[in-house]
């Protein structure tokens, strides 16, 4: 079983929709991350999160430690938000970092 | 402010070669980390230096090295190169050092991506 793992793999919604993607770990985590990742490579960092919520236009992430849960809410989604979306902890133990597989998003107008 | 560049871009070579990847961090950011990329494995964190020292590293055989200079900038060392090495190779930067291999906010450069023949 991997330490983390993501759902779904692959996403289609259409514009305006309501997306969730959702992460899920099995190792005790320092912090949480959520990146985002478009076609030809570039990442960027969207929230981190040790706990609660946190919000950023039209992104919110939440985090359930007791749980070991974390996920991304998009709303009213756009074609400029097809992406891939990655899940990355920090894992205290072993003072690393791992990243989830992975979910491919693509809004359709 | 200029944001985290990589070169080169797009590199080729030949199984048994060896490469030097290079990255500028933002101006002021202390730390580069660095992470390979590749569809079978997903991202994985290779190591990340701050202040010129190697602070963490993940689990990648000695082939791949790295260092960092005075002025921030990073390079990696890939030797003897394998098919499998394959990959895009991205790094990021931030004003100070993860405590767990996490940074409170990372910037990522472009990448450099590696075929292998």
């Known amino acids: 079983k991997n330490e983390v793992e993501q759902s779904p793999q692959n996403l289609t919604a259409q514009e305006g929709e309501f997306i969730t993607i959702n992460c899920s770990y099995s190792?005790?985590?320092?912090?949480l991350h959520w990146l985002q990742q478009h076609p030809g490579g570039g990442i960027v960092s969207l929230f981190m999160l040790s706990s609660g919520k946190k919000k950023h236009g039209r992104l919110i992430a939440t985090i359930n430690i007791q749980e070991k849960h974390s996920s991304l809410h998009i709303t009213a989604s756009h074609p400029r938000d097809s992406a891939v979306y990655i899940c990355?902890?920090?894992?205290?133990?072993?003072?690393?970092?791992?990243f989830g597989p992975g979910t491919s998003l693509s809004v359709i107008p | 402010k200029a944001g985290v560049t990589q070169t080169p871009r797009y590199l080729i070579k030949t199984r048994g070669q060896q490469v030097t990847l290079s990255c500028s961090p933002i101006s002021g950011h202390r730390s580069v980390s660095w992470y390979q990329q590749t569809p079978g494995q997903g991202l994985q964190f290779l190591f990340e230096y701050f202040s010129e020292t190697q602070r963490n590293k993940g689990n990648f055989p000695g082939r791949f090295s790295g260092r960092q200079f005075s002025n921030s900038r990073s390079e990696m060392n890939v030797s003897t190169l394998e098919l499998g090495d394959s990959a895009l190779y991205l790094c990021?930067?931030?004003?100070?050092?993860?405590?767990?291999?996490?940074?409170?906010?990372?910037?990522f450069g472009p990448g450099t991506r590696l075929t292998v023949l």
């Open positions: 190792v005790g985590i320092s912090a």
């Open positions: 990355a902890v920090g894992v205290t133990s072993y003072d690393k970092v791992i």
């Open positions: 990021a930067s931030s004003l100070q050092f993860s405590l767990a291999g996490i940074s409170n906010e990372q910037f």
